[in-house]
């Protein structure tokens, strides 16, 4: 069974820093691209990154291109987001999730290309 476990959310001021992680089990974690969405508060989620399956490619959304740095430790199973300069518009549910096939190029950004979801950590950025 696949689970995904984040961690490292919570409340920080507008210009500061977080660092999520996301614990991977049950499936060989090298063989496949991570990703990081977000919901805002009545919002659809969103793609926020991705990292290839042995961390060699990166992709951003454009709005935390330069602030945002995905990588993965994958002796540890893990994928980090660092999150850098946070607005308050970054607060939301953030969510990593497992692609849904092996070494998939190009790296996924829809929903439904990704078939394993954490339960989610939230971050508030107050202003």
């Known amino acids: 069974q696949v689970q995904l476990v984040e961690s490292g959310g919570g409340l920080v001021q507008a210009g500061g820093s977080l660092r999520l992680s996301c614990a991977a089990s049950?499936?060989?974690?090298?063989?496949?691209?991570m990703g990081w969405f977000r919901q805002a508060p009545g919002q659809e989620r969103e793609f926020v990154a991705a990292?290839?399956?042995?961390?060699?490619?990166?992709y951003y959304a454009d709005s935390v291109k330069g602030r945002f740095t995905i990588s993965r430790d994958n002796a540890k199973n893990t994928v980090y987001l660092q999150m850098n300069t946070l607005p308050p518009k970054a607060t939301a549910v953030y969510y990593c999730?497992?692609?849904?096939?092996?070494?998939?190029?190009?790296?996924?950004?829809?929903?439904?290309?990704?078939?394993?979801w954490g339960q989610g950590t939230k971050v508030t950025v107050s202003s």
């Open positions: 999730a497992s692609d849904r096939l092996t070494q998939r190029w190009p790296l996924p950004t829809m929903r439904r290309e990704y078939d394993y």
């Open positions: 049950g499936r060989t974690f090298s063989s496949y691209t």
């Open positions: 990292i290839s399956w042995r961390g060699g490619t990166t």
